[in-house]
DNA sequence: ACTCTCATTGACAGCGCTGTCAACAGTCAT
DNA sequence: ATGACTGTTGACAGCGCTGTCAATGAGAGT
């Protein structure tokens, strides 16, 4: 398991020492052109690689990025992985998965991977961006963090977009396609996006002069089922008194719910978008494969990642060429602010043509 | 970075030397009970976590496992990491993460990976499995490895489901619910599950002295939109020449495909099932949320991560405990057969009634 | 009592690499 | 020519841990 060939080798082999081809393995300034090319020609002939465990251990720094999730959907997460990952193999940096645990403690949990494993920094997903604790400890064990979090504690740098313009830039559309009687699905507290779409939704309602009938908010947990279930009881909220009133438009939090939302339309013998329009959030394949294809906010996902893993290296591997932030990107102080992208597609435009004004 | 408490620290407060301290973490024999009580109360006070990087240094393991992937789908994805991380956990190891890259020599690439970083074991999955070139490389460096494969290479362990015979139950199913113009869609041929898959649905039609049309049978690459493209074509496949012949069913050899299919159903006004049933593979989440969800086969996926990672275990980490292969899983030698599932869903279950016997 | 065995413990030398610092050019202004 | 400086290189001491091996003590057999 050792390196069949390690820097020794390399050494002898370039007739310098170890030293020498540590400063141009590390790409350290001060080294000749004709002895840092000798030694290049050395590493290529014996296809050396450096020991991770090695470099780790004597010089502080593991090489290592974290990236801890906590029943994050798959699609996001995977995204999240591909972004951070291009940005790690591009400065040489390995990534570690660390789930939160169902134990007791997530805190302490996570906190002791961390003084395990040792990486040099951090990518952090909701709900985890926003948990406070979580944070100062982070924040208190010194280890360079950035968070993925539409608002998230406030500390240290963050990648995220604008979550209440989007969803209000959503709710907008809703309303200029004629639906006036709108649903909400909210997502779970821990996650603070939950909120701020929510905010977003309720901002262009209250803009449009729109009524927020009360009995058409639920709470989802971001899952398939929990959009099923919150659908089925909007759908047949007033069922019982007889009242077959319900909704135009139902405007879930998250693709998933949204799947969940469509599933209980069909269910009921309703049809998509004639009967209900559905509109969902995050742009995750399902929407596009559905039919009618589901209306959405996307993410940018996988440039998220990206992102998040160049503050990082920004902090981690100082000189590195850093990824280029000046494309469409709002970049502060340490946090970048992505811009989202209004899918429109079949979920919310009724063949039927609609009143401009209602 | 480096950790606040070393074993050291923990060596002085249990008032034993290092090498004793090393010996209760490493669950090593030989050590009085009383002894191991007070390094372990030492430990749990200082809150001590060795340090992954100096145990690799100094005794030649990584407690590190990596899972090598090329654009596996999200779910798979996904899956197979939940089940790898559980064991790992269990076992005290960390999961690193190595993706294929799209450089014009993937095999060096990925080998580079392994040198460096050096993991005690690898999980490699489709189609990396069925990449004799890689598993040739891997093996000759010694590396422990676990393929995720249908067939692979026939090198070193496996964990995978009877594919070819699951494809030929859903096949079965098909025809036992009456339809006889059966369509299929082969994944791509890197994959060594794509030919096993196909050569299932053909033993099946033959036991049934049904035709197989060729017009019927199309290659994707395993994406929705590669299953959009080869329903299309079986589809239209005779628009042209007025004969107006289409299958009554299509059996997709994964769900994304079939869900493009199933859109490219909607798009051509067809329903499901009653004009066109569709059938899938993997039940992917996506496959219970559409409408009408979708009859697949269930590879238990995150089971697979479990085993594998626990065959692994078994070579790398020897004394802890294996996981329980005793439950549903045949296991040979070294390679884990698990049942796979199938799963009936609306997408095959016509409404109108079907003639037992057409 | 005396040896022989074996369980228990610790001293010590590295693992492959980097940080520190000293050594030694070469360059330039004085 | 002298000193001061900068650029380039290597010797060496660890990083935190484990493998090896030797030392110790306790029990078993004669």
Known sequence: MAPAVTINDVAKLAGVSIKTVSRVVNREPNVRQHTRDAV????????????????GLAGGRSFLVGLMFDNASDSFLVDLQRGILRICRDHHYGLALCPASRASDRTEDLMLWVTSTQPDGIVLTPPLSDDRDLVDRLLA????????????????????ID????????????????????????????HACSELRYRGFIEAMQAANLPV???????????FESGLDAAKKILGSNKNQGQSRRPQAIF?????????????AYQDGLSVPDDLAVAGFDDTPISRQFWPSLSTVRQPIEKIGEHAAGLLMNCIAPGTAMINRTDTSTSSDTSIVLPYELMVRGSTQPAKPQPAKP
Do not use: C
């Open 40 to 55: 290049q020609k050395a590493i290529q002939s014996l296809n050396y690689k450096p020991s991770l465990a090695a470099r």
């Open 141 to 160: 064990a010194g280890v360079q963090f950035v968070s993925v979090s539409s608002a998230g504690t406030g500390s240290g740098p963050a990648v995220y």
């Open 163 to 190: 979550e209440a313009h989007a969803a209000r830039a959503m709710a907008e559309h809703l309303i200029a396609s004629g639906y006036r009687d709108i649903g909400f699905i909210k997502g779970p507290a821990e």
């Open 213 to 223: 009938n009360p009995d058409w908010i639920q709470v989802g947990s971001f899952d």
């Open 252 to 264: 879930a939090s998250n693709d998933d719910m949204a799947a969940g939302v469509m599933h209980a």
